[in-house]
């Protein structure tokens, strides 16, 4: 790592987004105070909260933060409230800004299933426990980027339009992502597209065979329609390794996936680009979750998926693959004590959910006895 201390830019955005971020202050502090990390931390707003400030849900001043920052850690956007909004300036197309304009092509979406919460899922135990697989959903293109796009009057009724696009190059560096990653895991890649419908899904498919063939000879490689894709997920998940796919399919089956792992309030994701001068990934580091409006500002919320994303940060931006190992160790530990938060106690249950920051301080506690 270079000597100059790296710069964090965090975002803490709408609803349950600043409540878990607290909690995940307070997780960096510790590793400044205990581990000798760290980092120039700047906060600042993003979505709805950057809509009622300053009329955008993202201002050019904090893209450029963002742009200059060595990692961006987001909580989440949106909320009913700006439901009545034009679509420009809805909160979600901050977060969109920011995936866009930083070229955050390769989306990490981990669904770990820990072995306290194996009891927790929908599926049955045996189905879910040690699972550990590996969502990369391209994220910069695909039909949330596709020109042309809107609701246009055709005759006298109007049309929504979306556009599925992707170009050669678009494909071929998220394979890469998805190869490089597999190299350090199983060696198993599975991309998910719709090639038997769509003539994107077409070129998908060959130009991850090629990039496959000629790069990663290594690693095997198959295909899956996307929605068999889905299916199976649910079946076996324990099949998958590495699993490669579109923004769109993507956001799908990362819902599907974090869920089988007991709660999507567990999971995070990493965002990653090219390499900036210093060698580190542009990247952005957010939940799977969302802003969850209904629970907001109840202490309630569960600061689990934005503490691990700060774990992905550690090990992807800043080198700290031990620390990393060490705080999703402690959040292991905590649930291997039981503490759990409202969303992971299932209603038929009992028991006593803690509050998001007393699911922070045993995180903290666990940190402190690892040491
Ligand atoms: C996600 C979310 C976003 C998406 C929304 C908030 C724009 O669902 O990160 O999965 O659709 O990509
Ligand atoms: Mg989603």
Redesign the pocket.
């Known amino acids: 790592m270079p000597m100059t201390t790296p710069s964090l830019l965090i975002l803490p955005g709408d609803g349950i987004g600043p409540e878990v971020m607290a909690e995940v202050r307070r997780v960096i502090d510790w590793f400044g105070a205990n581990r000798g990390l760290t980092f120039e931390v700047s906060e600042d707003l993003v979505g709805g909260a950057a809509y009622d400030a300053h009329g955008t849900p993202l201002t050019d001043a904090t893209m450029a933060k963002a742009q200059s920052a060595d990692a961006v850690l987001l909580g989440a956007v949106g909320g009913p409230k700006y439901d009545v909004l034009d679509f420009s300036v809805k909160p979600e197309r901050g977060l969109l800004r920011l995936r866009k304009e930083m070229d955050l092509f390769a989306n990490l979406r981990p669904a770990q299933c820990f072995d306290a919460l194996a009891d927790f899922s929908s599926l049955k135990k045996d189905v879910v426990s040690g699972l550990d697989i590996m969502i990369v959903r391209e994220l910069t293109s695909g039909i949330y980027f596709g020109e042309p796009r809107g609701i246009f009057t055709e005759g006298n009724e109007r049309v929504g339009v979306n556009t599925q696009r992707y170009t050669e190059s678009e494909i071929a560096r998220v394979a890469r992502a998805a190869f490089e990653l597999a190299r350090k895991r199983s060696n198993k890649v599975c991309s998910m597209e719709k090639a038997n419908v769509m003539e994107s899904g077409v070129l998908w498919r060959e130009v991850v065979s090629e990039i496959g063939a000629a790069e990663y000879p290594d690693v095997a490689l198959s295909h899956m329609y996307a929605d068999a894709g889905a299916m199976q997920l649910c079946r076996w998940p324990k099949q998958f390794d590495v699993i490669v796919t579109d923004n769109l399919f993507g956001?799908?089956l990362?819902?599907a996936a974090a869920m089988l792992t007991g709660s999507l309030g567990m999971l995070p994701s990493a965002s990653l680009g090219a390499p900036m001068e210093n060698g580190r990934p542009k990247a952005l580091y957010e939940p799977?979750h969302?802003s969850a409006p209904d629970i907001a500002g109840q202490g309630k919320a569960n600061p689990i998926a934005c503490v691990l994303s700060f774990a992905m940060a550690l090990r992807y931006s800043f080198d700290a693959g031990d620390e990393a190992d060490r705080l999703e160790a402690a959040v292991g530990r905590v649930l291997a004590d039981g503490v759990r938060t409202a969303d992971l106690i299932l209603p038929n249950d009992g028991g006593a959910p803690v509050s998001t920051g007393e699911m922070g301080d045993a995180i903290l506690g666990a940190l402190d006895s690892s040491l």
């Open positions: 956001d799908l990362s819902d799977v969302g």
